[in-house]
């Protein structure tokens, strides 16, 4: 059985590492084994006590933000030329998922963290696909709710299909998770 959680980033200093009884590595299906064993081995010179557990993000499908019933499934994406747009903080995670699903990254946009897409923005994409001769952008679920209805109106009246990539946070080792949680009850 597998569990799954919302997404929580961890913004405190590593100090603040000591007082956790459960340590969640996130991303951890992106690196290799070596990578993170050092960051447990870090952990470890903060809190020596805690259950760590890695996970990763899943993709799911991808949504269509533009056109109605037009979800696609994930192999859809393999060999498929895309436009990648978006405004998170660690974009290069999004663009590996997308390459570990063997889409063909044709074009980026990539903007500062939290950026709010602009009309300028959608004309800008607009020209990029255009120029590439691409149809389909990929954006992440934060980045989706940032292109508003009239937004996505325009990028459908210019034949451009956007498309979020949902994800879901999968843990790899589930025992430890299950017992600190048996252990609050």
Same mark, same amino acid.
């Given at each position: 059985?597998?569990?799954?959680?919302?997404?929580?980033?961890?913004?405190?200093?590593?100090?603040?590492?000591?007082?956790?009884?459960?340590?969640?590595?996130?991303?951890?299906?992106?690196?290799?084994?070596?990578?993170?064993?050092?960051?447990?081995?870090?952990?470890?010179?903060?809190?020596?006590?805690?259950?760590?557990?890695?996970?990763?993000?899943?993709?799911?499908?991808?949504?269509?933000?533009?056109?109605?019933?037009?979800?696609?499934?994930?192999?859809?994406?393999?060999?498929?030329?895309?436009?990648?747009?978006?405004?998170?903080?660690?974009?290069?995670?999004?663009?590996?998922?997308?390459?570990?699903?063997?889409?063909?990254?044709?074009?980026?946009?990539?903007?500062?963290?939290?950026?709010?897409?602009?009309?300028?923005?959608?004309?800008?994409?607009?020209? /990029?696909?255009?120029? #590439?001769? !691409?149809?389909?952008?990929?954006?992440? =679920? &934060?980045?989706?709710? %940032? @292109?508003?209805?009239?937004?996505?109106?325009?990028?459908?009246?210019?034949?451009? /299909?956007?498309?979020? #990539?949902? !994800?879901?946070?999968?843990?790899?080792? =589930? &025992?430890?998770?299950? %017992? @600190?949680?048996?252990?609050?009850?």
């Amino acid at each position: 059985m597998s569990i799954y959680c919302p997404v929580v980033f961890l913004r405190e200093p590593l100090s603040a590492l000591k007082r956790a009884d459960l340590l969640v590595i996130t991303k951890a299906n992106q690196v290799n084994k070596s990578k993170v064993n050092k960051i447990k081995k870090r952990i470890r010179e903060y809190n020596q006590t805690a259950a760590i557990i890695t996970a990763g993000y899943q993709p799911l499908k991808l949504r269509s933000l533009n056109y109605q019933q037009d979800d696609l499934v994930l192999k859809d994406l393999t060999n498929q030329e895309v436009i990648v747009l978006t405004a998170i903080g660690n974009p290069q995670s999004f663009i590996r998922q997308l390459n570990n699903l063997q889409a063909v990254i044709k074009g980026k946009m990539i903007f500062a963290d939290h950026h709010q897409f602009t009309f300028q923005d959608c004309q800008q994409l607009i020209k /990029k696909t255009q120029a #590439l001769a !691409v149809k389909r952008v990929i954006v992440t =679920e &934060k980045d989706a709710v %940032k @292109l508003d209805r009239e937004k996505l109106k325009l990028l459908r009246k210019n034949d451009i /299909k956007i498309y979020s #990539l949902p !994800v879901e946070l999968k843990f790899f080792e =589930e &025992k430890p998770l299950r %017992k @600190l949680l048996s252990l609050s009850n």
